[in-house]
């Protein structure tokens, strides 16, 4: 883009480790002579690099669209301004191809037909002098063959109108470019050009024998850029609005092939949104109604659990006090046979010692008798 337009672009290279695909705008007043053109560069950042690159298609065509609305949504407005507006549709989208010399991936290919439809695709060889000229030819047909078998439709520059019928033509012969780009120039002869140094040699950036970025030029900026803008706003924009007013309900006539009215169709739309708003109340109702009557059979059910582990622990504690209040009464009974023995052994006891004391008295005396004698 540097050498597309001979500036220097601000914005510092992207790293190839992003997990999905950014997009990332720029835009930049430019201007060469008396004419001043308002350029918006948009970067898709990290497109390939996904080991899995099934959907990094989508934030491209989200943001084409995301354009395509702020555009509509600007016109449908009753006081338009469409004149000053700053218009950030996409009206050419430059996709580089790799200099591999064999076929399209698979993304590319997936990537351009979901695209199409949505902007003006000029596809684009890159590094061009990392392949051969008999490799890049026969990789210029590889490339336009596969585009046509697969029904990707890229931009073809106009021939109806006579003053560049002629050129368009053969430069869609030349599609697609390849090019290469430098911002360095060297000393080649007397004059200094921008080029790329080799070891084996210097490749011109605006000979065409070395490369089309001259022919990409011409065709892009000199002689096509007001037909891309009107391609942009007659094809693709035009394309999204009627599916998206479709969308909305409104079309150019009824079943009966009358004019529709804009009161009528605004009425039936909004019976139809009402219609489906008391739907959608009804069923949230419902759902309500249902999540309330499941809560209420928990609850019935949890509380139903919650009496019957009462019962089973009120039982079990009544079983545990019988249990102990059997065993109390039976230790009292062998307190109470204890203290029986107990007074029964101390009655023995007591008659005992008081029958030994008698018999001492009686020997005693009996003894003092036989003295006396």
Known sequence: MDTLFNTKFEGDPASHSQPGVQLKSNT???QESNVNLKLTIVSTVG?????????SYKPIVEFIDAQFEAYLQEELKIKRVLHNYHDTRIHACLYFIAPTGHSLKSLDLVTMKKLDSKVNIIPIIAKSDAISKSELTKFKIKITSELVSNGVQIYQFPTDDESVAEINGTMNAHLPFAVIGSTEELKIGNKMMKARQYPWGTVQVENEAHCDFVKLREML???NMEDLREQTHT??????RRCKLEEM????????SKPFSLQETYEAKRNEFLGELQKKEEAMRQMFVQR?????????????ELHEKFDRLKKLHQDEKKKLEDKKKSLDDEVNAFKQRKTAAELLQSQAQQAGGSQTLKRDKERKNSGFL
């Open 28 to 30: 930049y007043d430019l």
């Open 47 to 55: 497109f390939g690099d996904q080991i899995n690159k099934e959907d």
């Open 221 to 223: 900026i000199r002689v």
């Open 235 to 240: 094809r693709h924009y035009e394309l999204y």
């Open 249 to 256: 309900g409104f079309k150019d006539t009824d079943p009966d």
């Open 292 to 304: 309330v009557k499941e809560k209420e059979a928990e609850l019935k059910e949890a509380e139903k």
